[in-house]
């Protein structure tokens, strides 16, 4: 995402696009058959590596959040900690944060997942989804960025044999 608005005018329309952008809209770009699609490609994706991953469509911020500057990787922060991704026993969670009123991808990765991939890897997999997004495209370029994604992990942290599912594969939309 480009420079947070500076000015009064700028926070003003930041604030007003996430306001008028409704939950509707992020269930319009992840349907159902998206929605079950993603969970089948973390759960396979879960089997070839040992990190957890979670992703959360949010359509927009709350208008202060938005008219504060809020950034999109602060959200993402937020919303990690919120839904306990830090909570995994080998501290391997990563989430995929989307803000559909930003068209806005941000992926946090947990410490020890984190260190062995580095920030150009995430940035390639968000500009997958965004480059989607920027199309219309919510389907292929989620499940193409969630491919990139495993194998990526798989790569660098692959499977060790059998493990507990430590967070829901299910998509989250807020």
Same mark, same amino acid.
């Given at each position: ?90 501290? *391997? ?23 062995? #991939? ?7 997999? *968000? ?45 989250? #939309?807020?």
């Amino acid at each position: 995402m480009g420079a947070m608005p500076n000015t009064m005018t700028g926070r003003i329309r930041r604030a007003l696009r996430h306001t008028f952008t409704s939950t509707s809209l992020g269930k319009r770009a992840f349907p159902p058959d998206t929605l079950k699609a993603i969970q089948q490609a973390i759960t396979q994706g879960e089997q070839r590596h040992r990190a957890e991953v979670r992703l959360i469509v949010e359509a927009a911020l709350s208008a202060s959040h938005a008219f504060h500057n809020l950034a999109n990787r602060e959200r993402a922060r937020m919303l990690f900690a919120q839904y306990g991704v830090w909570d995994t026993e080998e501290n *391997c969670g990563v989430l995929i944060y989307v803000n559909i009123a930003e068209r806005a991808v941000d992926i946090v990765a947990d410490r020890h997942v984190g260190r062995l #991939i580095a920030d150009t890897e995430w940035q390639t997999i *968000c500009s997958t989804m965004t480059q989607g997004f920027a199309q219309g495209e919510f389907h292929n370029s989620t499940l193409s960025a969630l491919e990139q994604l495993n194998t990526l992990l798989a790569r660098h942290y692959p499977a060790g044999g059998s493990r507990p599912n430590q967070l829901p594969d299910e998509a989250v #939309i807020l």
